[in-house]
């Protein structure tokens, strides 16, 4: 089977009538996971709420960030500088990803983004059985 199109069978899909609507979970859905790969994270970990500013997306995420064990850094200083820099700046460089990617996945500009950092997650450390 062919999967090539034709220009002229993109024009005529183009113009069937209907629409497409995104609902408010679906968004939320699509701007948490996008919010857990900018920070490394797993989808569940990460709760995102779209709302409209002037026919912007303003976008909230809550996540908990990952930082080193205080005895990690005791042996290695340099650890901090691992995963993008301190907590300030990883923080930046996931919000700029985050709007990158929600507005190329949405079609939407973003005029906002808003991230609460939760809880840390002690990197290195067994979890408690």
Excluded: H, W
């Excluded at 968004?27 to 995102?48: E, H, I, P, S, W």
């Excluded at 650890?79 to 985050?98: F, H, M, P, Q």
């Amino acid at each position: 089977m062919d999967l090539l199109m034709s220009p002229a069978a993109d024009t005529s899909r183009a113009s069937q009538a209907g629409f497409t609507r995104i609902t408010r979970t679906a968004l939320n859905r699509v701007l948490a996971a996008v919010a857990a790969d900018a920070f490394g994270l797993k989808t569940y970990q990460v709760k995102a709420n779209a709302t409209d500013d002037a026919g912007k997306l303003a976008v909230a995420v809550s996540v908990p960030i990952a930082v080193p064990s205080l005895a990690a850094i005791a042996k290695d200083a340099s650890i901090l500088n691992v995963g993008g820099g301190d907590i300030s700046r990883r923080t930046e460089i996931a919000r700029r990803e985050l709007g990158s990617r929600a507005e190329e996945l949405t079609g939407s500009l973003v005029s906002r983004i808003d991230i609460d950092l939760t809880s840390t997650i002690i990197e290195g450390k067994a979890a408690i059985q």
